[in-house]
């Protein structure tokens, strides 16, 4: 008996992480993925919401090891071209540069300073490009989006937290850093010693509720698009498998409607790809900024 294309079984195992691609059988069909580990899972949760901890190699590793590899093939040859002096000509190597001084004049700089944001420039720009071609490789088929996977966005935000740590703790010293978490008042010695704790608790589970958000934001957007995505294109399995006949009218009328709805989805998901990298790297830079200039 076929499975149900609408099922949400079905519908979130073609947007999650897993260890297999499932490709056109042209294409070679089901692919499994060699792995080097073959015992039991580190950690097993109770919750089938939270997948157990092992040391698998998944499709999403793969995407990343992809994505972080165009990235080098594209930036080491610019950075050669630049290096001496010389102009980057083209229209590719224009189009970069004009991201790289968009990111620096438009993003680092407000958010941080003059002064300092030219230091953070390597993180932000390998953010925003890792995050954005992490996006488009989720709109190739058969392929998903690695930023659609908690790991993955989690980790993105625990480096900014790391970032925002080590500069904050540069800039005023370690103790300082989580002293300015607190901002001056002029309190009676009575009230201060009680509001005192009680806002730097509240400043710190603050900070890390906004890297929290930073990364359930990339995810959330990333995993619904794709999953909506795959509704619209499940309908046309759906309807095929309710007529005898693939020129019945319905079928003919629902197809055509979900392919026009998923070819616009398409482009809205390739705007929200751009949207998500630049909202994640200025966010990232606007976390850096209040830790370098806390007042």
């Given at each position: 008996m076929a499975h149900d294309p609408l099922s949400p079984d079905h519908l979130i195992g073609h947007v999650k992480d897993a260890t297999y691609f499932d490709l056109p059988r042209a294409l070679g069909g089901h692919v499994e993925l060699p792995q080097i580990y073959h015992g039991s899972p580190l950690y097993t949760p109770s919750s089938n919401l939270i997948e157990a901890f092992d040391l698998k190699i998944t499709k999403f590793m793969v995407l990343e090891v992809v994505a972080a590899v165009l990235i080098m093939l594209v930036a080491i040859p610019l950075a050669n071209k630049i290096a001496?002096?010389?102009?980057?000509?083209?229209?590719?190597?224009?189009?970069?540069?004009?991201?790289?001084?968009?990111?620096?004049?438009?993003?680092?700089?407000?958010?941080?300073?003059?002064?300092?944001?030219?230091?953070?420039?390597?993180?932000?720009?390998?953010?925003?490009?890792?995050?954005?071609?992490?996006?488009?490789?989720?709109?190739?088929?058969?392929?998903?989006?690695p930023t659609g996977a908690f790991g993955v966005t989690?980790?993105?935000?625990?480096?900014?937290?790391?970032?925002?740590?080590?500069?904050?703790?540069?800039?005023?010293?370690?103790?300082?850093f989580w002293k300015a978490q607190v901002p001056h008042m002029d309190l009676p010695v009575v009230l201060a010693v009680f509001l005192k704790p009680m806002m730097f608790v509240i400043e710190v589970v603050g900070l890390l509720i906004k890297h929290f958000v930073l990364a359930?934001?990339?995810?959330?957007?990333?995993?619904?698009?794709?999953?909506?995505?795959?509704?619209?294109?499940a309908f046309v399995a759906k309807i095929a498998l309710q007529v005898t006949s693939y020129s019945d009218p319905m079928f003919l009328g629902v197809s055509g409607a979900s392919i026009l709805g998923a070819v616009?989805?398409?482009?809205?998901?390739?705007?929200?790809?751009?949207?998500?990298?630049?909202?994640?790297?200025?966010?990232?830079?606007?976390?850096?900024?209040?830790?370098?200039?806390?007042?």
């Open positions: 001496g002096g010389r102009l980057a000509k083209g229209r590719l190597w224009n189009a970069l540069e004009s991201v790289l001084l968009f990111i620096r004049d438009e993003v680092a700089r407000p958010a941080i300073g003059h002064h300092d944001a030219d230091k953070f420039l390597p993180y932000l720009w390998t953010i925003f490009f890792f995050v954005l071609t992490c996006n488009l490789l989720g709109m190739l088929p058969w392929l998903g989006s989690g980790t993105l935000a625990l480096l900014t937290f790391g970032c925002v740590i080590a500069a904050g703790s540069k800039k005023m010293g370690f103790v300082g359930v934001r990339l995810l959330a957007n990333m995993f619904a698009g794709h999953l909506v995505l795959g509704v619209l294109v616009g989805l398409s482009l809205l998901e390739l705007f929200v790809a751009f949207l998500q990298a630049y909202i994640f790297t200025f966010l990232s830079a606007l976390f850096i900024g209040s830790a370098v200039h806390p007042h």
